[in-house]
């Protein structure tokens, strides 16, 4: 149980368009998701958080409108990288909790903008 | 404000000999603290938590870690090194003032080696 899942698992661009990287809570309700970025051999970084029907939240530093992010469900929540550059290649992780203290992570997503 | 420090970027340790992941704390509130295991291209997994309750927690896998709040400390160990225990290690602190909408906050990380 407990299982998030992310879409796509890896993502080459070309410098200047748009990518949406899809997180879904399986088999619960995620009433929060997080999204984290992590540079190679690096600690993640957290982004932003999202409640479901409401505004991302977002961690100093990191630019919304960059980074869009939408929870329309309670098992579903996206993030748009618009415009992308060389610099936003990473790898991006999602995370989701239900009503515990434990966030469940997704297998990430690869980002690769040329 | 919350961190963490992992102080050791890189462990290596032979198999079948113990392990000691090094982790030391700051919080404002009483923290939730985590361990996680990522594998190479996997996902993170949870190793164990601690949330107020017993001070030694035991986790998947043989790990298992103790509160030390005199110390800041949350070390992860475990007594005999497999192979497949060669990963990447995340000590975690989570604001438990929050309920329900608990920022993360990630060491930087320890990658353990086992040596056959």
């Known amino acids: 149980g407990a299982v998030v899942s992310q879409h796509p698992s890896w993502v080459i661009c070309k410098s200047g368009t748009s990518v949406k990287i899809e997180c879904r809570s399986l088999?619960?309700?995620?009433?929060?998701m997080f999204w984290y970025r992590q540079f190679p051999k690096q600690s993640l970084m957290l982004m932003a958080t999202?409640?479901?029907?409401?505004?991302?939240?977002?961690e100093q530093g990191v630019e919304k409108d960059k980074f869009l992010i939408n929870h329309a469900s309670l098992t579903l929540s996206t993030l748009t990288v618009t415009s992308a550059h060389p610099e936003d290649s990473s790898f991006y992780i999602c995370?989701?909790?239900?009503?515990?203290?434990?966030?469940?992570f997704g297998p990430g997503t690869r980002l690769t903008v040329t | 404000a919350q961190s963490v420090t992992q102080l050791d970027s890189h462990v290596s340790v032979s198999e079948g000999t113990p392990v000691l992941l090094r982790c030391n704390y700051s919080?404002?509130?009483?923290?939730?603290l985590f361990w996680y295991v990522q594998h190479p291209n996997k996902g993170l997994q949870l190793l164990l938590k601690?949330?107020?309750?017993?001070?030694l927690v035991k986790g998947i896998n043989g790990f298992e870690a103790e509160f030390k709040k005199s110390e800041t400390s949350f070390h992860l160990t475990k007594p005999s090194a497999h192979m497949s225990d060669a990963a990447e290690y995340f000590c975690?602190?989570?604001?438990?003032?929050?309920?329900?909408?608990?920022?993360?906050?990630f060491g930087t990380g320890t990658r353990l080696t086992i040596i056959p």
């Open positions: 601690y949330t107020s309750a017993a001070t």
């Open positions: 975690v602190v989570s604001d438990q003032a929050n309920f329900g909408n608990e920022k993360l906050t």
């Open positions: 995370s989701a909790n239900g009503y515990s203290y434990e966030q469940y």
């Open positions: 919080s404002s509130y009483s923290p939730s």
């Open positions: 088999d619960f309700q995620a009433t929060t």
């Open positions: 999202s409640n479901e029907g409401s505004k991302a939240t977002y």
